[in-house]
Nanobody
Framework: QVQLVESGGDLVQAGGSLRLSCTAS????????MGWYRQAPGKQRELVAV???????DYADSVKGRFTISRDNAKNTVYLQMNSLKPEDTAVYYC????????????WGQGTQVTVSS
């Protein structure tokens, strides 16, 4: 059984910073890409940032220059450093990972709430 557990969501004022963490555990042989998605009320889930096992990254245009994704392969952990937060960043943030356990599958965390007040 593979689990992803996120942490770090909070209430923060506009212009502030937060760091999200997500750790994968269980019967894991390898992790390919890891990423963060978010879903605001009444909107579809959208990609925020993704990082490959080799360290290549990609970001949504709306967060480029403000958010940084990184990972620690030894800890099976992915991070999202969020700076210069805006009220429109308010959403539930979900961790995603493409993991080889019994074959490759997509796994999701339970989500962590990020609220940015104006």
């Amino acid at each position: 059984q593979v689990q992803l557990v996120e942490s770090g969501g909070d209430l923060v004022q506009a212009g502030g910073s937060l760091r999200l963490s997500c750790t994968a555990s269980g019967r894991i042989f390898s992790i390919n890409r890891m990423g963060w998605y978010r879903q605001a009320p009444g909107k579809q889930r959208e990609l925020v940032a993704v990082i490959t096992s080799g360290g290549s990254t990609d970001y949504a245009d709306s967060v480029k220059g403000r958010f940084t994704i990184s990972r620690d392969n030894a800890k099976n952990t992915v991070y999202l450093q969020m700076n210069s937060l805006k009220p429109e960043d308010t959403a539930v943030y979900y961790c995603n990972a493409y993991i080889y356990s019994r074959g490759y599958n997509d796994y999701w965390g339970q989500g962590t709430q990020v609220t940015v007040s104006s």
